[in-house]
């Protein structure tokens, strides 16, 4: 059903004071202009609250209300559906390539060599029994020490050196003397010096040519060592 207009009250006749323009020559200040339009603004809002006081004016104005915001508001454009998707592009299937066939090398036939000739294994040789080794020889025996009660004497010469003599060196030199079977002096060599090395020379080469009668033992001539003492004195 359309709706029945709604009466409004009609609005009072504004006073002639508030519709005259203002002029230039009211002789009003800018900041006063101002104030007054303020004061004439705020009448008007307390003139309109003062009206919408009345239950019957309210009404009529709330009814109307809904009706003025219909032919104010445009009506809404309908809503647009949304774009479909875009088709998916199927992908070729990649294409596979088959890899040419290997030729087969051909296999060359290979002679199997005949088996070396395994040599037969050597005649054992026979072990030949080495020639049983000599006996040792025996150990020679030490050269014995003759006692000094059984060295004798044969020829005794000494020459007692000059220069010895004169600066009177005197002393003893003993020697150690190898007598051989037949009574030689073999070897000698100085035991204890005289301290006086003239004297101890002289000694060594008067010795050496001093024959002893020869060291017998059970009937049987035998070498042996000697300790002999060759005196040096000085005629008194």
Known sequence: MPSTPATVAPLPPTPLALRRPASASDGLSTGQRRGVIGAIALAHVGAIWAILQVPAVREAVMDAAPVFVELLAPPAPPAQPPAPPPPAIKAPPPVVMAAPPVPHAPVAAFETAPPPEVPSPPAPVQAVEAPPAPPAPMPAAAPKMIPAADVQYLETPLEYPRTSRRLQEAGTVTLRVYIDERG???????????????????????VKKWRFKPYVVNGQP???YAVIPVMFELEK
């Open 222 to 224: 035998m070498a042996g």
């Open 184 to 206: 030689h002096v073999a070897s000698v060599q100085v035991s204890k010096s005289s301290g006086f090395s003239r004297l101890d020379d002289a000694a060594l080469t008067s």
